[in-house]
């Protein structure tokens, strides 16, 4: 089969090549590849600075949509060969054939092209998990969201509105803040041209937010601790803008008794993911159904153009998902 090679550098060093078709095990699905999706993560990978976990194919690729076309023993009566599903990987989906635990496998909602569907499983259930899980969001919470034009950003937006409570974003364009206040941001700030804690404390009159989802890091580190309102949640789960921060102080932390919260998703083990996935898609598979919820494509590219497409990842550019198209499938209606 084909799938996204490199070699440790730019997107330059991005090839298709040909490898084996890989065989599920016991408790795993085989899926013909539809689409797939962009993710920082795979441009951190393709840089040496994120190796997959132990087990983990060594495939780029995060979440894919596509077909059930083998099951190995051990499966439920529930999955069958032919049903149309997304699934959150821990890599392999930069492939036409890819593997899968059963449980981390969700039905395609029926008003779903394929291309949507390959935007859902990796930044929907990150945000989910942020929000949900460990920032254990309430009604009562203003959120601030860095990079909210992003995959998980504009996912988080959505969940944060379903839920009541408010959101604040920062991103790098008017164009942008202008589109995500259309999904149910509060508010934008540019981070290129405001102050962001400044701006922060007059939009919640002086009091701050209670949960920040923070995947810049360290460059945005002051501007953080001074938006977190008492008794905050400060979540980590990127490090865009840095991993070392020599001149931290933890005072301020502990005067206003944060709590800093880091995780990832993609080394958490079976059993994390597979309650994460049951949980999230009784809360979000009914709301994709009847419109509530909607992924965010921007551009769908042939997975020959993967170059292009970490090309314009990294450019910062882009809103919500690139999503590249594997297998041609007259039958799976794959428009956006």
Not at 68 to 90: E, F, H, N, Y
Not at 114 to 130: D, F, G, K, N, R
Not at 174 to 192: M, S
Not at 284 to 301: C, H, N, S
């Amino acid at each position: 089969m084909q799938a996204v090679q490199y070699t440790v550098g730019g997107p330059e060093n991005l090839f298709l090549g040909e490898v084996p078709i890989p065989e599920p095990r016991d408790g795993e699905v085989r899926i013909k590849v539809m689409y797939t999706a962009i993710n920082r993560a795979d441009t951190l990978q393709r840089k040496g600075g994120y190796n997959p976990p132990p087990g983990a194919s060594d495939i780029m690729g995060l979440e894919a949509s596509g077909i059930i076309d083998r099951l190995g023993p051990g499966c439920p009566p529930s999955v069958t060969v032919g049903q149309k599903v997304m699934v959150l990987l821990a890599g392999g989906g930069y492939a036409q054939f890819v593997t899968s635990p059963w449980q981390l496998v969700m039905g395609v909602p029926s008003q779903f092209s394929m291309s949507q569907a390959a935007a859902v499983p990796e930044v929907w259930i990150t945000a989910y998990m942020l929000l949900h899980k460990l920032g254990h969001l309430t009604k009562d919470d203003t959120v601030l969201i860095h990079a909210g034009g992003s995959g998980v950003g504009t996912a988080a937006v959505q969940l944060i509105k379903q839920s009541g409570a408010k959101c604040i974003i920062t991103a790098g364009s008017q164009e942008k803040i202008d589109f995500v206040k259309t999904l149910g941001a509060a508010a934008g700030i540019n981070y290129k041209e405001e102050a962001v804690a400044e701006r922060v404390l007059e939009l919640t009159n002086g009091k701050g937010v209670d949960l920040v989802l923070d995947c810049v890091g360290a460059s945005m580190y002051e501007e953080n601790l001074k938006a977190l309102a008492l008794d905050g949640r400060w979540i980590v789960y990127g490090l865009m803008g840095g991993a070392i921060k020599s001149d931290v102080n933890l005072g301020g932390l502990l005067r206003k008794r944060a709590s800093l919260i880091f995780s990832t998703l993609r080394s958490r083990s079976l059993e994390f993911k597979s309650s994460l996935v049951r949980d999230f898609s009784q809360l979000a598979l009914p709301r994709f159904e009847d419109g509530t919820f909607q992924p965010i494509v921007q551009k769908i590219l042939p997975l020959s153009d993967i170059a292009k497409a970490h090309t314009l990842m990294e450019a910062n550019k882009t809103l919500g998902k690139i999503v590249l198209k594997v297998h041609e499938d007259d039958t799976i209606k794959d428009e956006l």
